[in-house]
């Protein structure tokens, strides 16, 4: 980690942000930034994409910072429903069975199958349409040097080496991150390490897969099938004991392996064979001064919940949100130490449910996974399916949030911390799901007029937040009078729900669609936003 240099600034080109990175992460979080007008500069080592795909599934999350992003209405072509998820063991019977619900509580599917590389050009398109975004490839950042007020940022490009500045360097460079090592940061490593070899295939016809995605927990092979999106599919194998890698890495090995799901040479192209190793670490350190790091570089965790690109993505948004408001001279350097205190606890949370189902599906030692068969029969004739109904992460445990009162001192007792969950409304005739028809960022949402219980001063800082003041009113009531607060009418009647679930009359939403904080009455309205203004401002 490098020492604060104070010397005074050189010219050079600067930026905003410099993402070191440009995969899925690096892009969203360049398409969020951008979209608040910070100028943006991507630096890729590779020339083009890697065309492959990694991850192969995004929640219900993912999808709505993806349509925060831009690119909701561009995705068909690359995604599919989840549908159903089953567990069988070696001898074919169903230990565990998941119907994904079509729109899960934040308004889009709870599990989503994609083509990643799709979704990274759809990502790539939709930054060549902001303004103040460059994207360097093949260039490689060798060498960071942190100042007051920038870093200098040296680049090896074709050309050869150049400087450029940039107020803030977030590293979206992978397991292998370079902005990692740079800072400095030890990486706690939860040794769950398996080796499988992943096969990428296109079947040459159309074949519906019943279920769609399928886990067989076989002591003597745990294997794996699931989309990949439209016409692609994916198969796993793990490497079992005895088995030597030299072996288990090879196209004669893939393609008898495939054999045991009847693919073939002559019914489906095999796209790419490999080994990946699953592991389970987190970054100690995801923030030194102007450097943070996000997505890979500051945790890794194993496929088996397909949390990997959702928790990126969720990092970008968080991240996003804090560096415009300091940007924006409307927060402290401070509230950037909140990113990790935030993010660091659910990708913990993310981690520890990938390992647990992990080691469901990768006991080889057939006493064990007798035992583990007859539990899961046993749960299963007592549900014969189950739902998910949910996101798989906690909400916020600590950052940013409102606690209501000194009689309730745990936030989470008054709903702050829950992810908010999203319906559809309509607004001056116009129906459609919240953040499309009112919009992204702070909202404040009320079951009465808010317009008597906020002072000029409130209104002037919510309004420098780029806050939707919402007055929520049930489906079918009479529209309300004018006023300043937009009048939307809860169609699903998802919001005032909620505010009924925390006996409230307010809920306060931050920009990644957390709730900072609710109002148990109207003259809790104005405490709440103050003491969003006071968190802000000293971050």
């Not at 927990?217 to 890698?245: I, K, L, N, Q």
């Not at 190793?277 to 570089?297: E, F, K, M, V």
């Amino acid at each position: 980690m490098s020492d604060r240099l104070r010397e005074e600034p050189i010219p050079m080109l600067m930026t905003d942000v410099l993402i070191v990175g440009y995969g899925p992460v690096g892009e969203m979080l360049t398409i969020l930034l951008a979209q608040r007008g910070l100028t943006v500069t991507a630096v890729e080592r590779w020339a083009t994409p890697y065309n492959f795909p990694r991850a192969v599934s995004y929640d219900g999350e993912a999808s709505r910072i993806l349509a925060a992003a831009g690119v909701a209405d561009r995705l068909g072509p690359v995604v599919e429903s989840s549908g159903e998820y089953t567990f069988k063991n070696g001898f074919g019977r169903t230990l565990l069975h998941v119907k994904v619900t079509g729109d899960g509580p934040m308004g889009w599917p709870d599990s989503v199958s994609f083509h990643q590389p799709g979704l990274e050009a759809l990502l790539a398109e939709r930054a060549t349409e902001l303004p103040g975004v460059t994207v360097l490839r093949p260039h490689q950042v060798t060498a960071l040097a942190e100042h007051d007020d920038r870093v200098e940022v040296t680049i090896a490009g074709p050309a050869g080496e150049e400087v450029r500045a940039a107020r803030w360097v977030v590293g979206c460079d992978g397991a292998n991150s370079f902005v990692r090592e740079h800072l400095g940061s030890d990486v706690t490593d939860l040794g769950f390490t398996y080796d499988w070899l992943v096969c990428d295939v296109v079947p040459h016809e159309t074949r519906e897969f019943k279920p769609n995605n399928l886990q067989v927990c076989d002591p003597a092979r745990p294997r794996t099938a699931v989309s990949a999106g439209p016409g692609h599919r994916r198969w796993e194998f793990m490497r079992v004991p005895g088995e030597s890698r030299e072996e288990f890495e090879s196209v004669e090995s893939a393609w008898r392996l495939l054999g045991l799901f009847d693919i073939t040479p002559e019914n489906a192209t095999l796209e790419r064979y490999g080994v990946y190793t699953t592991q389970a670490c987190s970054a100690d350190r995801w923030r030194s001064g102007r450097i943070l790091i996000a997505g890979d570089a500051a945790h890794v965790m194993p496929p088996f919940m397909g949390q990997g690109m959702s928790s990126g993505f969720r990092d970008a948004l968080n991240l996003a949100w804090k560096l415009d408001l300091v940007h924006r001279g409307l927060a402290d350097e401070a509230l950037l130490d909140t990113y990790q205190d935030e993010r660091c606890a659910h990708v913990q949370h993310a981690i520890r449910m990938s390992i647990d189902s992990g080691t469901v599906i990768c006991e080889t030692d057939r006493t064990a996974a007798a035992g583990r068969d007859a539990a899961m029969l046993a749960e299963l004739r007592r549900r014969t399916t189950r739902v998910r109904t949910r996101s798989l992460l906690e909400p916020l445990a600590g950052g940013i949030l409102h606690s209501r009162t000194a009689d309730a001192p745990d936030p989470l007792a008054a709903g702050a911390g829950v992810p908010m969950p999203q319906g559809r409304v309509e607004v001056d005739g116009r129906a459609g799901l919240f953040d499309e028809v009112v919009g992204t960022g702070f909202a404040l949402i009320c079951a009465e007029d808010p317009d008597g219980l906020l002072d000029a001063d409130d209104r002037a800082f919510l309004d420098s937040l780029d806050t939707r003041v919402v007055r929520m009113a049930p489906a079918g009531a009479p529209a309300p009078g004018s006023g300043a607060a937009l009048t939307a009418f809860d169609l699903d009647d998802v919001y005032l729900t909620h505010l009924k679930r925390y006996d409230a009359v307010a809920v306060l939403v931050r920009p990644d669609f957390y709730v900072f904080g609710t109002a148990a009455d109207p003259a809790g309205v104005p405490a709440l936003v103050e003491d969003l203004r006071r968190q802000v401002r000293r971050g």
